[in-house]
């Protein structure tokens, strides 16, 4: 990087934090960057482990992201595509991984672009990076409350068939879910830490919860139905297509968002090394446990698969869970889902204004100055965490006019965190394969990283490629699948707002403490 231009202090820096947790590695990773602590590392490797477990919510999200995959093949496009979900997150997680040892600062993977660019392509390819990845944590935000809010209306219909389901209802729940995970995210910020290790346990506890009475009182289909058939219901001439669009945009839902230890790095003790293996242990453990759900459940919808694809919930695993259970026992049982998707959206929030924060604190973003602003008091990106809330709150709005426009927003979770982490993946197999040095962390991957870098590039590009596909023909305005409009309207935007202003001020990561220079090994 230009080290004069990077040189200069930026307006927005804050002064030093005295945080007795620091230690010796990270005062060494934040100097090595030129990055001023100005959060406590209040987090170590079982909180930060149970804060990103809890928010990737792998088997939670099974149940109501599987829709998708049962239209296009049934349960085979489920079964069969969570595994290769699961192997292309695992390659994508060390992938990260290593980088973030590298470069353990709260902006990820745009920070990680900007070291690892070309010269001359650093700044734009850094920004696009910074901004595509706001997108995508925003739109998490968004989502999480949108699951949390229509299956708060799912039990309601389900109790009471004389509800009159109105989408503007699902958006006045939108708003209180966002608002409670708002007030927990920062008046209740001190205890974000401890209460982590009790949404983990109850992360893992649910899952037996919901697995055993799932397993015992449901009528059960046959192993020929669930690994050896493929129906496509969704209307698509090809099998191969229909199973690539069933993958894409219901086995990977679960499995996204392992990026996020990576935003609360600076929030981390020891997080050159802590924030990889938290996030290759979160893929493995959520990985396991959505493996699980997903074999109990294809076997379970397979007897009443139409009737639960046409729930008047829609939701088809309230339909499963009512079969088995009955009235009482779903609510119950979607209340446990509920919770836990609510407990999911406190973490989506707490990562997108991290980023959002780090990204403007780099004047990545309009008014960068202002939303990099660290309250004292709660030590937190105050400024930033009210934006990355009312953003959502107005997407919200959305839901009032067109479920199908606003499942377009939900799109834009996998198609930016996914180009979020295929770019910088791209950069550093480049450098891997050009033999160029590389600034290794405490935690790489050896000779097989170029390996897993490629199968990684590979399995994003396949996955945010088919996310933009309708979920089945014929397409009409409600069916279709808006995020590819939507994407690029918000691309649209940004890149004319760099052209114009942005690419004055953004010239990579502002340094804002001298350089601790080391030599660089060779890779």
């Not at 209802?169 to 608002?179: D, E, I, K, Q």
């Not at 229909?242 to 609360?264: E, K, R, T, V």
């Not at 596909?469 to 009409?476: E, H, L, N």
Request: hydrophobic fraction near 50%; charged fraction near 10%; include cysteine.
């Amino acid at each position: 990087m230009d080290s004069e231009k990077q040189a200069q202090p930026t307006a927005v820096a804050e002064k030093p934090i005295d945080n007795a947790n620091n230690t010796e590695q990270d005062e060494a990773a934040m100097a090595e960057v030129g990055k001023v602590q100005v959060f406590k590392r209040n987090f170590g490797f079982w909180t930060i482990l149970g804060l990103t477990a809890s928010m990737m919510c792998t088997w939670e999200g099974v149940f109501f992201a599987n829709a998708t995959a049962m239209l296009n093949g049934g349960p085979s496009t489920l079964v069969y595509g969570f595994i290769y979900a699961f192997l292309g997150a695992a390659a994508t997680a060390l992938s990260l991984g290593e980088m973030a040892s590298m470069y353990p600062t709260s902006g990820g993977q745009y920070h990680w672009c900007a070291m690892l660019a070309p010269p001359g392509q650093q700044a734009f390819l850094s920004w696009i990076t910074g901004w595509i990845a706001t997108i995508g944590w925003i739109a998490n935000t968004a989502a999480g409350a949108f699951f949390a809010a229509t299956m708060i209306q799912g039990i309601i219909l389900t109790d009471n068939a004389n509800y009159d389901y109105q989408r503007w209802h699902g958006t006045l729940l939108m708003w209180a879910v966002l608002l409670v995970v708002f007030l927990i995210n920062s008046v209740g910020t001190k205890l974000l830490a401890l209460v982590e290790g009790f949404i983990f346990v109850l992360h893992l506890s649910a899952f037996l919860a919901i697995l055993i009475p799932l397993v015992y009182f449901s009528p059960h289909g046959s192993a020929k139905d669930v690994f050896g058939s493929f129906v496509d219901n969704a209307g698509w001439s090809s099998d191969g297509l229909s199973w690539f669009i069933g993958f894409s945009l219901s086995a990977n839902l679960p499995l996204i968002g392992y990026d996020g230890p990576a935003h609360m790095a600076e929030e981390v003790r020891n997080a050159s090394t802590v924030v990889p293996w938290c996030m290759i242990s979160t893929v493995l453990l959520n990985g396991l446990l959505g493996w699980a759900i997903v074999i109990a459940y294809s076997f379970c919808i397979v007897p009443t698969i139409d009737d639960a694809l046409t729930s008047p919930t829609g939701y088809d695993f309230i339909e499963v869970f009512y079969n088995a259970m009955g009235k009482a026992g779903t609510a119950g049982m979607t209340a446990v889902l509920i919770v836990l998707m609510w407990l999911a959206t406190v973490g989506f929030l707490a990562t997108a204004s991290r980023q959002t924060w780090a990204f403007a604190r780099d004047r990545g973003l309009p008014f960068s100055n202002y939303f990099a602003h660290v309250n004292k008091t709660l030590s937190l990106p105050l400024r930033s965490l009210v934006l990355c809330s009312v953003i959502p709150c107005l997407i919200a709005l959305i839901n009032i006019g067109s479920t199908a426009a606003f499942n377009a927003i939900v799109s834009l979770t996998e198609a930016g965190l996914f180009l979020s982490y295929l770019i910088p993946i791209i950069l550093i197999m480049i450098k891997k394969i050009k033999g160029e040095e590389v600034h290794y962390g405490p935690w790489k991957l050896g000779k097989v990283g170029v390996f897993v870098n490629g199968f990684s590039a590979v399995f994003l590009t396949i996955s945010v490629f088919f996310s933009f596909f309708p979920p089945a023909i014929p397409v009409t305005a409600v069916t279709m699948n808006w995020s590819v409009a939507v994407f690029g309207g918000f691309l649209i935007l940004g890149l004319i707002w760099y052209a114009i202003v942005g690419r004055h001020h953004y010239s990579g990561p502002i340094v804002e403490r001298p350089l601790l220079i080391t030599e660089e090994p060779k890779s």
